[in-house]
């Protein structure tokens, strides 16, 4: 039953799948392809910052897909229908985070090479991005789930999601740029460890959103 | 089966019916009739499990199947499809049969958002079946749907029955199944308050 559910979880948002948009990792690559432009051709500047900017194209696509990651599916009554095969409510959402993730975490990472190139970054930085990203974008998803599902029921949600996700996100900023400042992995554990808690907290909270939504 | 006793339910701050009581064995059909507004849906959810009551209890025994205006059908995919994920998680035998009682085999291809009210209704029918559950709670089943299919429903309802299902149905439209008992919801609605007079000392 769980597989099935994430089949079709998948099918919903992944870029690839037929179902969905591949419109995140495309946003990221683009904003990655403006900075040179509004900068100008600094190599130095653009390998030094190219990496911060990595993060906060990253940070900003995950806010992309949050419009229909929960509130499409309120509406169309499938969670109800779960409810009533016996699926807690909990476990739907751990799958709907599990496809989310897949939907925008492998594919931000692997678009972070055509993006470390664009800005000319150097090996060791992209390889810092790299675990950072693989760090930091399970927390992102985790953060994004429990804010869909929290603005299912508002009109606006789509918009204020956007706006919440934001000073969330920040301890996995922080923690994952700074890596790249100071050249050293070790602030990336904290990065890991935060996106773990989430991880753990944002079935629960998501699932007791949309039953308080019912 | 369904159960209810004492079973009170509001919508936000209003008290929508308190003191209703039902029990619905195997092969019993009921038709839950009340204007809009009066607490049908409400009644229909609380009886799922999907909403809380306000006092009193009500449920159902058994796996419920739920029929409302959502059919949980993902809009963009071919109703095939859409179908099929259903059937595969409530591990439906008669696919086909299922399709072609609810006149649905020609339409499989076409995404379910572009079929029309009535074809709608008939692909949520086609969910419903599938199942197989115990328990039919119906919300409407019969608005949007033509003549045709109005005696089509009415006769999925009376076999469902038969074979020891129970079913409430909740309709504005009249129901033609045998045995069918009738609920009024408005039998239960609570006393309108006395306005401007000053409630009598008990």
Redesign the interface.
Known sequence: ?IA??LK?DLA?FFPFAG?GAALPVVFFVAVAMLYPFAVGPDAPLLARTGGGVIWIAALLAAILPLDRLVARDI????F??L???GLAEEAVMAVRLLAHWFSFGPPLIFAAFPAAALLGLNGPTLHLVLLGLAAGTPGLAAIGLMIAALTASLRAGAALSGLLLIPLALPILIFGAGALARQDSTSLGFVAAISLGLVAIAPFAAGAAIRAV? | MILAKGLACRRGDRLLFRGLSLELRAGEVCHLTGSNGAGKTTLI?TL????EGYAGIGGCEG????L?D???????APLGRALD??F???AAADRAGVLERLRLTALTEVPVRYLSTGQTKRAGLA?LMGQG?AVWLLDEPLSGLDTASQALVSELVAEHCAAGGTALIASHQPIDVPGLRTLAIEDYAPAPLASGEPEAAA
């Open positions: 039953m099935r559910l079709r919903l179902g509406a169309l009554g499938h109800d229908q409810r009533l095969r019912r | 959810r799922a499990g999907l909403a796996t419920v199947g739920l409302d959502r059919i949980a059908l993902d809009p963009e994920f259903w595969a998680l409530d969910r559950a």
